[in-house]
């Protein structure tokens, strides 16, 4: 499986624009590929996807972390392209979208081949849960259930291998000396001090980041 960093606050390659907010699109064999968050705005989100040769007519599910403009404000940009797309949201969020399967989680659920949501975790916020040949991939947005919670939950789904997302203000380093790989994104407040401590496992997070698992 592939994991792309489509939006981000940091470039990890040049071309792309950045700007607070978060989204990555994961592709899995056999599967149309599944966008995780959508930005704070269209026509970034659109501008990277075009650098990135990522066809938004393909995409056959966006899957919303919660509803915070930095992960919600591309949507109508990324559906303006897309009039197919399966839509999973957390299920206190009300999203009519006229015409569109928009699918409302509240508990664990399996989103398509080796991919799961957390469901909607305290916080109003759902994660992924990726199961690749390594181990247990989680995909976070912001991460506001609380990092440990969330992992929690994902290990339910296997040996976890690492976590891709934003952490927030996370700062219970030690809940992930168990991982392979640390790649905070977006909000994560304490990046400086996760490299440091995780040498080995960290890896720098930014827009076009494309990772091979
Ligand atoms: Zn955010
Ligand atoms: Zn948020």
Redesign the pocket.
């Known amino acids: 499986m592939k994991v792309t960093i489509v939006y981000d606050n940091c470039p990890a390659r040049p071309g792309l624009k950045t700007g607070w907010g978060f989204s990555c699109l994961i592709e899995v064999k056999g599967e149309a590929p599944l966008l995780f968050d959508t930005g704070a705005d269209g026509a970034t989100l659109l501008h990277n996807m075009a650098r990135l040769h990522i066809d938004p007519q393909g995409i056959g599910i966006i899957v919303l972390s919660?509803a915070?403009g930095?992960?919600t404000g591309g949507l109508t940009g990324i559906l303006e392209k897309n009039g197919h797309a399966e839509i999973y949201v957390p299920a206190s969020v009300m999203a009519r979208l006229p015409g569109r399967r928009v699918t409302a989680l509240g508990k664990p659920a399996p989103i398509m081949k080796d991919v799961f949501s957390t469901g909607e975790l305290r916080g109003g916020e759902q994660s992924l849960v990726v199961r690749t040949d390594r181990g247990v991939l989680v995909i976070t947005?912001?991460s506001?259930p609380g990092v440990g919670t969330i992992l929690e939950v994902a290990s339910g789904y296997g040996e976890l291998y690492g976590i891709i997302g934003g952490l927030h203000g996370f700062s219970d380093f030690e809940r992930l000396r168990c991982l392979s790989l640390i790649c905070p994104c977006h909000?994560t407040q304490y990046k400086s001090r996760l490299s440091e401590l995780f040498p080995e496992q960290y890896l720098a997070c930014g827009a076009g980041l494309e990772l091979e698992l």
């Open positions: 919660h915070h930095d992960h947005g912001c506001h909000c």
